[in-house]
């Protein structure tokens, strides 16, 4: 059973529904008060679930090990990666920065191949070029059809905007990487009558916690950071969607991903993940009725056969 590409597609899901809500959100809160409210909201869905299956508010048998790669994990992904993405969102064209961001499991290959060891075969590597460029193949097709629109992105570009770009494809595609070695280490610590689904959720709490320390010391840093965060909290629709976009992310997602770790490769599950984009791309045409151009339909079809080329046995 391929059950680590099962899980990472229901992770493109979640994280395409997180996506659509956060881009609502977004323009009412800035990137860190954002977060603030999602790591919130996310801790209290993963606390939710973590007492239903065991009975306990908060994750136990975790070595130190395993709380060092895990938290190095949560500072990487969740915190550097998405603080760099929100950075890059401001600076260049937002698409640009997800064209970008397909470097991602570029970038958790090299880091597993020296870390875990996963060596990949011809075809998986095959499979992930496919994929990525079907990728970026629908981004460019969507946002860069016309002449205007090529203009308006040279002039949008800007180095310092490329670099944080590949700075939160490096951050994402390093912290799956880490979380995959933080759970090795939480696995042996817990012992084998643990199962990967409770591994899964403990290690997204300890993810989230270091998350949200983390963003909340930003705030403390920040000029005034405290009051502009309480006078962002008082629309109760907006706190809501973000409650949402929290769920569909931080409640489902991040545990489906690290479920999908203990399945399959760290550079595969990070390449079906970057298909993204693409899941809100067929969202939005069915139930917003948005034009899909034929090059748009070749790049979905190009990450299909990408991802089924690195399934396939």
């Known amino acids: ?12 899901l979640m ?18 008060h954002a977060n603030i409210i999602r790591f ?49 969102y401001r600076l260049i064209h937002a698409s640009y920065t997800q064209l970008l961001m397909t470097l991602s499991p570029l970038f958790a290959a ?5 870390l875990l060891h996963e060596a990949l075969s011809l075809r998986v590597l095959l499979g992930m070029m496919v994929t990525l460029g079907g990728i970026a193949l629908t981004i460019v097709k969507k946002n860069f059809a016309t002449a205007s629109d090529r203009s308006r992105l040279k002039i949008a570009i800007s180095g310092k905007g490329i670099f944080f770009a590949v700075l939160s494809a490096l951050g994402q595609g390093v912290g799956l990487v880490l979380s ?21 959720i403990a290690a997204t709490q300890i993810r989230i916690i270091v998350g949200f320390i983390c963003f909340f010391l ?5 000029k005034g950071g405290m009051v502009h965060f309480f006078h962002s909290v008082h629309n109760p629709k907006v ?10 992310g931080l409640g489902i997602g991040v ?53 089924g080329m690195m399934v396939c046995r």
């Open 15 to 32: 994280w395409a529904g997180s996506a659509i809500c956060f881009d609502y959100v977004n323009q009412f809160f800035s990137a860190i």
């Open 180 to 200: 995959k070695k933080g759970m090795q280490a939480y696995h042996i610590s817990a012992g084998p009558e643990t199962t990967v689904f409770y591994i899964s």
């Open 40 to 88: 919130l909201f996310g801790f209290l869905w993963i606390t939710l679930l973590l007492w239903m299956i065991s009975s306990r508010f908060f994750f136990s048998g975790a070595s130190t090990e395993a709380l060092w790669w895990l938290g190095g994990a949560g500072v990487v992904g969740l915190v550097f990666g998405d603080y760099f993405l929100f950075a890059a």
């Open 239 to 248: 706190v809501a969607v973000t409650g949402l976009g929290a769920l569909f």
């Open 218 to 222: 930003m705030t403390l840093c920040m």
């Open 255 to 307: 545990p489906l991903s690290l479920l999908a770790l203990q399945y399959a490769q760290a550079a595969v599950v990070s390449t079906i993940i970057a298909t993204v984009p693409m899941a809100i791309l067929i969202y939005r045409r069915f139930f917003h009725h948005q034009h899909i151009s034929w090059g748009e339909w070749l790049g979905v079809m190009m990450a299909v056969l990408g991802v």
């Open 1 to 12: 059973m391929f059950w680590g590409e099962f899980f990472a597609v229901g992770v493109v």
């Open 110 to 114: 090299v880091t597993s191949f020296f």
